[in-house]
């Protein structure tokens, strides 16, 4: 009974799964819960298994040993010494206990979950009587942490982070409830949500966010309680950006007020965030010229500031996005967190418009900027991703080139514990009587709609193979559509707009064959409408062509001219030195001839490319961008010269 009420629960509060049970505005399509599709990937699932077995682990570890739940202990008994570098190194408890809540809500851990309760019992102890929860202020009042200010919230839309910490104490006490039933970390964030929502309202306190999340959470929080007031905030603070119309503000995007933005800006991972806040909340109020203002931002994000590799944040001053079209290679910054931010951010966009192109982008930071940012083993990282290695920049904000077990600023670890365990949940979903097939993954699921249920099942080897069977099984014959998503790449668009280019068309086309036969189609907004009447064991068989693919990015890119970066499918390839003797000296034709071929042994097993130049001695090979720096320190590079 237990397991089937927690089922229940995740199925109708899920933060975009459900449908509202009244007539007030909601997502017009609703994501299938991570916990209702079941995955057997040979891509994804050991990824998934590594994020249980290894990543939560070894990170619940490492708040040990730095200090991070100490900081709570001495919280409880207000004494001591805040340990720890940053006044957000709560928010890594926090992360890990999401991503743990969504690893048992498909395998049930005893063991995992008496450890969360014992951290649980440790976080309500640190709460103050009135909700406040905020290590480096409570450890210590009269002398708190440098960043937080001497008064609560004075420093919150600058460095405090206070709401940045209530708004992942949200994500995750969402969580631990819809997997466990359990209240224990619920009735703690819920506590401090009162407490945010008599204190910042008209008259007393109208500060920005300085590092958004709390707008996410806050959604979280209205979902699951159907309490006004938690969305009503949310909308408050979001209405609260750019009352002093000050540029030097950008960097929290606090420059000018929402629905007047129309640029990327700032701190890449806040953006992303805040912008993902902005449609939850759009969605759920109705409100226009939100929707209209993080349209017009996303399309400047994704025509000028957007990188191959589906990373976004060009500097490591600031952490943020540049100019247009800035988009060094060497330099890059491309936190993890920030490619992270883009997937919720591209997915909340599919679901207020339904569009394809969302998914093109969201696809291409998951396969490339996102698992790129952690190493084979589940327990190494990098902070930021650049798309050049030459072993003189050390890009890591320690001063390192290699991977990192931790980092004294270990958002991005913790991060991947709690993104890495929901990817199933953007594989499906549906609207009325429609179903999106998003994501190409071995995996199955079943689907209710309005008067049937529906078993959907993949068989797939993408990434690597092009081939998707999906058997479409009613529980009794109906009319519905299929919406079978064609990638742009496989439409000759790489990433919607013109940052990007392939250099020649790619002339075989998509097949779709259902029971057998062949079939012409008719798209819309980027998927196969597959609209008829389905019967049980009915089976549609896609083919996506997987050529190999030379990049060309747009002519103001200036770090790109005269290069090429190699695709196949949505995999972004690179070079390292570990294949190539000399990879500077390494360059391609517009007429390279290349292979592709599947290595079982090499770096968990993928699909290399090769070639070779008539009057170059050595040949070359490119492997997928996200499986660099797993064979130690190495020379990379994306973007290849031409000859």
Not at 347 to 366: A, C, N, P, Q, T
Not at 497 to 509: E, M, R, T, V
Request: net charge neutral; proline share 5%; with cysteine.
């Amino acid at each position: 009974m237990r397991l089937n009420y927690i089922s229940l629960i995740l199925f109708l509060t899920w933060f975009t799964s459900c449908k509202s049970q009244t007539d007030k505005p909601d997502y017009q399509i609703h994501s299938v819960p991570f916990n209702e599709v079941k995955i057997s990937d040979h891509f994804w699932l050991p990824k998934i298994e590594t994020t249980r077995e290894v990543t939560i682990p070894a990170s619940f570890a490492k708040c040990e040993e730095t200090g991070r739940v100490a900081n709570f202990v001495k919280a409880a008994e207000k004494k001591g010494k805040f340990g720890t570098t940053f006044p957000f190194d709560d928010t890594d408890i926090y992360k890990i206990i999401e991503g743990a809540s969504y690893s048992m809500s498909v395998h049930p851990d005893p063991k995992l979950d008496r450890y969360v309760d014992s951290l649980i019992v440790i976080i309500g102890k640190a709460q103050e009587a009135d909700g406040y929860l905020y290590t480096a202020r409570t450890i210590d009042p009269v002398h708190p942490h440098a960043w937080s200010g001497n008064e609560r919230w004075v420093n919150e839309s600058i460095l405090s982070h206070e709401l940045y910490n209530s708004g992942h104490l949200f994500e995750a006490a969402s969580a631990h409830f819809q997997s466990t039933g359990k209240r224990n970390f619920l009735d703690i964030a819920l506590k401090n949500a009162d407490l945010l929502s008599q204190v910042f309202t008209p008259g007393k306190r109208n500060d920005a966010p300085g590092h958004e999340i709390v707008e996410m959470g806050l959604v979280k929080l209205y979902r699951l309680t159907g309490e006004e007031k938690y969305l009503s905030l949310a909308k408050y603070f979001i209405d609260c950006r750019g009352k002093e119309n000050n540029p030097k503000n950008a960097y929290s995007q606090n420059h000018k007020p929402l629905i007047q933005q129309d640029e990327a800006v700032g701190h890449a991972v806040r953006a992303g965030y805040l912008y993902s806040g902005v449609a939850d909340v759009a969605a759920l109020t109705g409100n226009a010229a939100y929707i209209s203002a993080i349209d017009k931002i996303w399309g400047n994000m994704v025509s000028k500031k957007l990188y191959i590799t589906g990373g976004i944040g060009a500097r490591h001053d600031g952490e943020a996005f540049g100019d247009n079209y800035e988009l060094p290679n060497l330099t890059a910054y491309n936190e993890t967190c920030a490619a992270i931010a883009n997937v919720y951010w591209n997915y909340r966009m599919f679901l207020l418009h339904g569009d394809s192109k969302y998914i093109d982008v969201l696809e291409r930071s998951l396969y490339n900027g996102v698992i790129s940012g952690i190493g084979l083993d589940g327990k190494t990282f990098f902070y930021p991703n650049p798309l050049e290695c030459d072993l003189t920049y050390k890009f890591n904000s320690d001063g390192t080139l290699d991977r990192q077990p931790w980092f004294d600023c270990s958002c991005c670890p913790t991060n991947m514990c709690r993104f890495l365990p929901s990817v199933p949940g953007y594989i499906y979903a549906q609207s009325d009587n429609k179903l999106y097939v998003n994501l190409f993954v071995t995996s199955s699921s079943k689907i209710v709609l309005t008067g049937n249920q529906v078993t959907l099942t993949q068989e797939t080897q993408y990434p690597w193979d092009g081939n998707v069977k999906i058997s479409v099984s009613p529980e009794k014959t109906g009319k519905f559509a299929l919406c079978l998503r064609i990638p742009g790449w496989a439409e000759n668009q790489p990433v919607p707009g013109d940052l990007y280019a392939y250099s020649k068309p790619q002339n075989d086309s998509v097949s779709i064959k259902i029971n057998g036969k062949k079939i012409s189609f008719l798209t819309e907004k980027g998927y196969a409408l597959l609209d008829r009447e389905w019967n049980k064991q009915d089976v549609v068989n896609l083919s996506l062509p997987m050529g190999i693919r030379q990049v060309i990015a747009n002519k103001q890119v200036k770090d790109d001219l005269g290069k090429v970066a190699l695709e196949r499918g949505p995999i972004v390839y690179c070079l390292e030195a570990a294949d190539n003797k000399n990879i500077n000296d390494l360059y391609l034709s517009a007429n390279s001839e290349t292979v592709n071929g599947f290595k079982p042994e090499l770096l968990g097993g993928i699909e290399t490319i090769s070639g070779q130049e008539s009057n170059q001695k050595e040949g070359f090979t490119a492997i997928p961008y996200f499986a660099w720096n797993n064979r130690g320190i190495n020379q990379m590079k994306v973007w290849i010269p031409l000859k």
